[in-house]
């Protein structure tokens, strides 16, 4: 199961900080049992810089979360 967030901001960092707790709350919450495993992909704008990559890698081992970051071109 595949869940996006789709956000319009030009900064992916805003993006990954807007995205986050819609996400989370799509795939976590106990209204919203899921049986498939999940994926969770947040869809910006623009690619991540060095340092916005180094924070979703950091989301992703500390928190142990099937996140990752898509860019769509508009």
Known sequence: LI?????????????????????????FHPNHEHVLPIRL???GR???NFADAKYLQR???D????????????
Do not use: M
């Open 3 to 27: 869940l996006f967030e789709i956000k319009s901001d030009l900064e992916p960092r805003r993006v990954l900080r807007l995205a986050l707790g819609q996400i989370l709350e799509y795939a």
């Open 41 to 43: 992909v947040v869809v």
């Open 46 to 48: 623009c690619p991540l």
């Open 59 to 61: 989301l992703q081992i």
């Open 63 to 74: 928190f142990s979360l099937p996140l990752e970051y898509r860019v769509i071109v508009v």
